[in-house]
């Protein structure tokens, strides 16, 4: 269920001053007439006025850079029975430009004082200067005004005490909570930073530009532990039974990355072969179930440094499995946190996909200590120098470490999904400007990740892994302990040439490896900046049409809008000035050979080498590019893939199941095409292919068992069932096998089931009823444990002692599939005691909330329930999530994005407009409207094509 969880944003923030008398003491409360920080952006022009009516001597959202901090000392001092914290910060800070005032963020902090000191006054303990402080909530800034001004290249210490509670959320410095097997509710401390969060735990200048040393100290009770981004050098004892630990120095770092958290928690710990300490740590009673993730994070660790030659540079690296968290994981360095889903493992409950997921957690984690940690990218418009790198790199470190899971084959679908996000107008650029809160935490997106990841896949596939490889070592070794932003990566990239190595247009390759076609590309003197720009700085993915005639190849490059077809009349105005430079890649039937060509015009003319029947692009779908042929094209690949599919690769087969099914969507191939192009399915011998051409017919299925278009609903069913027979015979109730193939058994029997095939529920009944006599001590295999409990789930007894057992797991991948089964309970009764569980919090925790109510909206008979739930309970679900939270972001689109009438566009615009009237506003509304009417446009245009297919097709 969480792999559906991704993508975050912010909740707008108001406060006023409240004490005038204490001047020194900032109190935030919330008044509703302050304007919010996103309204307050817009007008730079604003003089803006501090909360105790005094001029706040700053008006931007980004922090000045005269002043700029060099070293924080933090002492932190949470207590766990009053759910409050105290604490103090000396921060060293260097004057770049003489000033009387220093900007520092805050956010929901109590200061109790503020001083200065010089050098002097340390060296000859002095008291210190007071120093005024004014707050500004609407940026969550405060100034700290000096007497007399701080003198250029100067260093200077800012000491604060302050306090406040720990959060309610998931957010800041927040308190975590967790049952033991006795039953007893557990609190405990935690920090989550990222993007700019670090501001609710200490005062800070909160930009990733800003890194600093830290020195971190925290007091706890002795039944505590504490843990921090760094070794613990000692413990001191303090009166009354407190005990302090201090943390070794960090590296230099951004302040989104300090993490430090006081639990009870168990861990295992191994040492890397380079000497590092990793351990993972889990509340009490899950710790057999951390063993994977040791296991992994070891092997990975060990890989990144030497893929990157660059030392993990810290002593410890712990991986901690957090019982509420927001996201899926956080990549602190040393300290990397984690939702229980995403780290732990347990052998008896977790499936294939269990194990890919964890797995892909941790390598896209770790990765982030390179990218990311050592090298941040200068403000957040670049989070996919971050964020699509950690993606790439779960690629290429997954097909290292762990062959056997065929990570790459995985990996199509990351672009996929991009390219479902990225066909549509309403998409982005991957580099894209973010000031506020709210517009940094969307940056957070399939963009930035899954495009990012495959547009580097791509570069890498064009320049060669060695090239490439060389390329980013020289980046991180460059930028080190620094920023970066696009243009130093394509510098770096380009510029890593060695002696010996041949360069051309700025750009150089080895003469011993170099490819025949490579070179003829070097001739034409490619940019990589130049190339690369046209991906990351405009929005959209190319389609590529070819047209084959005689041994000419006609190409044209166009933009690929999804629900706008060539003859509407906005097609024009909207395919504006897009243009890419191509990498395209291309096989043809008559040879193994890999042919390239970069396209860089809008049309260009190729003249094949030799005669071909057919012709395939982008070979193994390393492109971020679609295709179609024309003229006889698709009717050529069709005829072989009927005649022998295995004459095409692979991951070829899979693009071309996947382009001809967006083209429909274009209007560009028909449907009835593109199901004669998976005619051939039940005889695929590749899982993945498989499964990517089950995908489709299972979307047309739910699509129309939602609308109740019941003749289509059941020929499809017949279909499936009829034709797939033998794929679905051929798998085993067990776990045996290839990863690929023990996650194409979930997916064809969870079909089968699905589908209500006759021996599909009653295996599963049986194995639901042993489970049951057994009193839940039966192992069922893994990789049908989902199909299990959702078969079980249909009887109220079932579903009541699966209810039970969720509240009694200790498995977090067993309590995931229970709470998937459990929403697909055909009673509305039952889905609506899951909502109000879910919205209580106890039993249902509230991270798991929102991929709850998605998994009851994707229930045909829970999607209008939960749509309901979130018009009508909307205040209620604001005050738990952040409107851009992760969590929001997945209730208004898992709840709205499958409609597809007119009716239910209209409902959906009438709310999103309700929300905008309040000030209320995310990039996902234009998301899910534009989602709402290609779906109806496709019905439109498609259900009577399919209509007919099924009837001559059964
Ligand atoms: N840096 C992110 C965590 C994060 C996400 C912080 C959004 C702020 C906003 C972390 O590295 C991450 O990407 N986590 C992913 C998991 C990953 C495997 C895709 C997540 O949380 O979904
Ligand atoms: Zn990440």
Redesign the pocket.
């Known amino acids: 269920m969480v792999n559906s969880?991704?993508k975050?944003i912010f909740r707008i923030y108001v406060g006023f001053y409240c004490s005038a008398i204490l001047l020194l003491r900032i109190c935030i409360c919330s008044q509703l007439s302050m304007p919010s920080i996103n309204q307050l952006s817009k007008d730079a022009e604003t003089i803006p006025v501090a909360t105790n009516g005094e001029p706040f001597p700053w008006h931007k959202l980004r922090l000045p850079h005269l002043v700029i901090p060099l070293h924080y000392d933090l002492l932190v001092h949470p207590n766990l029975t009053s759910l409050d914290f105290t604490a103090s910060e000396k921060i060293e800070i260097l004057v770049r430009e003489a000033t009387q005032f220093i900007i520092l963020h805050i956010k929901d902090i109590e200061i109790i004082n503020a001083t200065l000191h010089s050098e002097e006054d340390l060296r000859y303990r002095k008291p210190g200067t007071k120093l005024n402080v004014l707050s500004y909530p609407a940026h969550q800034q405060i100034a700290l005004l000096a007497p007399d001004e701080l003198i250029a290249d100067m260093r200077y210490y800012v000491a604060i005490n302050f306090q406040a509670k720990l959060a309610d959320g998931f957010k800041g410095f927040y308190k975590s909570t967790y049952r033991t097997l006795g039953g007893e509710t557990r609190i405990i401390a935690v920090t989550d930073f990222?993007?700019t969060q670090a501001r609710a735990a200490f005062p800070c200048f909160d930009e990733p530009l800003f890194k600093a040393n830290f020195t971190i100290k925290i007091r706890r009770e002795s039944r505590h532990i504490a843990l921090s981004n760094m070794p613990k050098v000692q413990t001191i004892e303090l009166e009354g039974g407190l005990l302090e630990d201090h943390f070794e120095t960090t590296v230099k770092m951004s302040t989104y990355l300090v993490a430090y958290i006081v639990c009870d928690f168990n861990s295992v710990s191994g040492t890397t072969s380079s000497g590092v300490k990793v351990s993972i740590y889990a509340s009490p009673d899950k710790g057999s179930q951390t063993y994977y993730a040791l296991d992994s994070s070891l092997k990975l660790l060990d890989f990144y440094e030497n893929y990157f030659d660059i030392s993990y540079p810290l002593p410890k690296l712990d991986l901690v499995a957090i019982p509420d968290f927001e996201?899926?994981?956080?990549?602190n360095w040393g300290l990397i946190t984690y939702r229980e889903t995403s780290l732990l493992f347990d052998p008896k409950t977790s499936s294939a996909s269990d194990k890919m997921w964890v797995t892909?957690?941790i390598a896209?984690?770790l990765a982030?200590q390179w990218f990311g940690n050592l090298v941040t990218m200068e403000w957040w418009n670049d989070i996919w120098l971050n964020?699509g790198f950690?993606?790439y790199m779960e690629l290429i470190s997954i097909n290292a470490t762990y062959p056997e899971l065929q990570f790459d084959d995985y990996f199509l679908n990351v672009c996929f999904e991009a390219i479902a996000k990225d066909a549509l107008n309403s998409s982005r650029p991957i580099s894209n400007p973010a000031e506020t809160p709210t517009q940094i935490?969307e940056m957070?997106d399939v963009v930035s990740?899954n495009k990012g990841a495959c547009i580097l896949n791509m570069l890498k596939d064009f320049l060669t892994e060695e090239k490439f490889r060389e390329g980013i070592i020289h980046y991180l070794r460059k930028f080190s302990y620094r920023n970066a932003k696009n243009d130093d990566l394509w510098a770096s990239l380009s510029n890593s040439c060695s002696e010996g190595d041949f360069m051309s247009g700025g750009f150089c390759y080895s003469n011993s490896k170099m490819r025949s076609n490579t070179l003829s590309v070097l001739e034409k003197n490619v940019e990589i900046k130049e190339m690369m720009s046209t991906w990351t700085l405009q929005k959209g993915i190319p389609l590529v049409v070819v047209n084959q005639e005689g041994h000419s190849l006609r190409l044209h490059q166009e933009l690929f809008l999804k629900g706008v077809f060539r003859e509407d009349p906005e097609w024009e105005t909207l395919q504006g000035r897009y243009f890419w430079h191509i990498p395209l890649t291309y096989s043809m039937s008559s040879s193994n050979a890999i042919h390239r060509h970069i396209l860089k015009s809008k049309t260009d003319t190729l003249e094949l080498p030799e005669k071909t029947s057919w012709l395939k692009f982008n070979v193994d779908s390393n492109g971020y590019y679609i295709v179609h042929y024309e003229g006889l094209g698709w009717d050529h690949l069709i005829t072989q893939l009927n005649q022998n599919h295995t004459l095409l690769r692979p991951k070829d087969r899979i693009g071309l199941i996947h382009d001809a099914f967006q083209l429909v969507s274009v209007g560009r191939l028909t449907l009835d095409k593109a199901l004669d192009l998976i005619r051939y399915l039940p005889h695929e011998t590749s899982s993945p292919a498989l499964t990517e051409g089950l995908r489709h017919l299972e979307l047309f299925y739910h699509m129309m068992d939602r609308r109740n278009i019941s003749d289509v609903t059941e020929n499809l069913k017949r279909y499936l069932l009829r034709y797939f027979k033998p794929v679905i015979d051929k798998q085993s109730w067990s776990d045996e096998g290839l990863t690929c193939d023990r996650l194409l058994r979930s997916t064809v029997l969870k079909l089968a089931c699905d589908l209500n095939h006759p021996p599909c529920i009653r295996k599963a009944a049986e194995l639901f009823s042993w489970w049951l006599e057994s009193s839940g001590k039966l192992n069922i295999p893994t990789d049908v444990l989902k199909i299990v409990y959702s078969v079980g789930a249909r009887t109220t007894e079932g579903w009541d002692y699966l209810l039970e057992q969720y509240g009694l797991s200790t498995s977090v991948a067993e309590k995931n599939k229970i709470l998937y089964a459990l929403s697909t309970s055909k009673h509305q009764e039952k889905l609506v005691k899951l909502i109000e569980l879910g919205m209580e919090g106890k039993v249902i925790k509230t991270q798991d909330f929102a991929s709850l109510l998605h998994a009851i909206a994707r229930n045909p008979k829970g999607q209008q329930l939960a749509w309901n739930f979130v018009k009508e309970n909307w205040t209620q679900l604001l005050k738990k999530f952040d409107l851009g939270s992760f969590a929001m972001r997945v209730i208004i689109s898992g709840t709205t994005s499958h409609f597809s009438s007119k009716d239910e566009l209209q409902e959906v615009k009438l709310f999103f407009e309700s929300l905008k009237a309040q000030g209320l506003h995310l990039d996902v509304f234009q998301i899910v409207l534009e989602t709402i009417n290609n779906n109806i446009k496709w019905l439109e245009r498609n259900l009577n094509t399919l209509r007919t297919w099924l009837l001559v097709s059964i």
Request: aromatic share 10%; no cysteine.
């Open positions: 969880h991704r975050l990222e993007p996201s899926g994981a956080m990549e892909k957690v896209h984690e982030h964020e950690a993606t935490r957070f990740y």
